[in-house]
């Protein structure tokens, strides 16, 4: 037992340390030029972004349109069709778990967690401020503001959707709204929500798919490291990738008002399409 906390303790480390010289080395080409505010001052002012960027992300829904509207119909019918093949699925998932190698298993329970979460962007964010880089310090406020945000309502919703998670044994179709029993807060995911979200957010600073789609392939393995352990359904983690990319798109468009530096400069959007086929069921995400 000691043996594995320790290994867990070096592998939190492990993944704070790369997950902040990462961060920083995306904008290592870039020049810092120590600005005339004194951190205290950037202090304060980024809390508050965080703390406005949450509410704007929350308000975002009051003020869609019939293409929004759409995109979120989208992502129901998506959730809704993979709800359908939810157990074979689950079992399918779960059978391939012996032949993950265990240091895959670790890092998708560790890194997925609300605790080692903020530790990684906390240290993007103070890296930002240590050394006054503007960019750095939004990616930073970018992170644990979506973080906090989607965070939040997937608590709420775990609570009043009160899904039977696969290994209390009792089906997709089992529901019991405000259980306060953990077996019963399956939907949505909130490792797959956490993980994906840090992802998504630090893949906008690229441009090359092939780059992009390796930061989401590691920001998707704690997600679906619950589906094999037996946590959570398909669909939990579909709906919990929706929200991040929801919730990071939003805070992302909040903050360009605030911040010089910006990301992706043009148009901002995302669409979901839905594939089916012979024995087959896609939903393509384009952005």
Partial sequence: MQNKSSFANTMKKTIALLFTAFSMGVYAQDSIVAPTEKRWDMFKYDF??????VGYSYARPFHWKGQQWAQF?????????????DDDTSRF????KDGVPQVIREYGELYGSP??????TSGVYLAGLITKNEKLRRTGVLLISSATSAGFLQQVLKSAVGRARPVAEKGKDTFDPFNSNRNFHSFPSGHALLAF??????GKQFKSPWVKAGIYTLGAIPGISRIWDGQHYLSDFVFAIAI????????DRY??????EKYNA???KMSWNLNFGPGTLGVALQF
């Avoid at 508050?48 to 960027?53: A, L």
């Fill in 266 to 268: 043009g148009a901002k």
């Fill in 197 to 202: 979200t840090n992802a998504y957010a630090i």
């Fill in 73 to 85: 119909g989208g992502v129901i019918a998506g959730t809704g069709a993979v709800y359908l093949i």
């Fill in 48 to 53: 508050v972004n965080m703390f406005k960027g």
């Fill in 244 to 251: 991040s990319i929801a919730t990071v798109e939003s805070i």
């Fill in 115 to 120: 605790e080692n979460n903020y530790i990684a």
């Fill in 93 to 96: 998932i779960q059978n391939q």
């Fill in 255 to 260: 903050l360009d008002r605030k911040y010089d």
